[in-house]
């Protein structure tokens, strides 16, 4: 399959509400490129090949068996809302869905959005199966002015558990039966249901410079490293992937950046290479890391929360992030290459740095350079509304990523 035939961003984000839909659109980029999915590691591994597990992925293109590894990482989880095991609620006329708020949210994002449901169940017999419906179904309705006449002056004040429960409908409805007729899957043991809004990302601006849509933050990522791993040829380098669920609430689970899926491959490529354990460790110390997730755009209502001189714009590029306090992973040394990269290649790249006085957020990256012992630089795309159920970034940025990946993976 030609490199037409793959999604464009904007297709991806649509196609993608949730992690497991991250895993699986992977999955089916990667086989049409020629990779093959192993669902086990305990035999040969393929030249190149990908194990997808939940809403998690590591692909690879193995290179010579003496070769260092070139690894990036992103994260297939964003904030959103998530169906209870027990459901139903009935109150006062309304038809409402229990749910969970999961990472962290901007709550008031959500407030009058139409929102659909997807996810997966799991049936009788284990076997799992994606499901998503991208109509009208539920939605958090904001408590209208009359009723909240300080709102505007006191801004929106909202309990998680009290006034974020969507409402789906004024008759009684079972989700459970709800979800056996939508998913086609008659005995379902269990599921994950999330809510997501159903407005297709869309080019915005009066000249479409700009690209609005839930979950920017990490897909825009994930599509990048897809489409750079798949775009590049074979290497000196073992060159890898791993979009990795559960970054948004801290990484710690067998398919989180925590977790041992990535670190697992690795020693199974280095067995394969029959390296021995100095070998091993040798092809650890010079190889390199390039985790990517989203930064924080200079906003022009509120430009006193950035470092002057580390506020990344739009569409000039994948910002750098580092962190003196390793909030952010990249190492002087880091720096210092993913510069040379750019510039080989005339790649725009900005630094982000936060205030003293407004600490960062942290990624994947921190958390694999402990697990690894690799040498890993932050990099991402500058974006706004960073958490809203609708964010938005530089419509240029993520081809500016792709090359810049793309440039890492062969540097
Ligand atoms: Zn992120």
Redesign the pocket.
Known sequence: MSKNSRMTLLEWLDACPTPFHVAAQASSELTSAGFTSVTQLGYEIPQTGFLAVDGSIVAWRLGSSSSSLRIIGA?SDSPNLRVLPNADIYQHGWSQLAVEMYGGLLLNSWLDRDLGIAGRVIDANGKVHLFSDSTALARIPQLAIHLDRDVNEKGVQLDKHQHMTPVWGSETQKFSEWLTKNSGVDHIAAYDAHLFDITPAALLGHDKSLLASGRL??QVSCWSAINALCDSASSEFTTMIVLNDH??VGSSSSTGAAGPMLSSVIDCISQQHGLSTGQHFDRIASSWCLSA??AHAIHPNYPERHEPRHAPHINEGPAVKVNANQRYATSTRGLAHIQNVAKSKDIPLQVFASRNNIPCGS?IGPITATQLGIETIDVGVPQLSMHSAREMCGAHDPSYLVELMKAFLQS
Do not use: A, I, K, R
């Open positions: 994260h933050d990490d970054e948004e997730d989203n990624t």
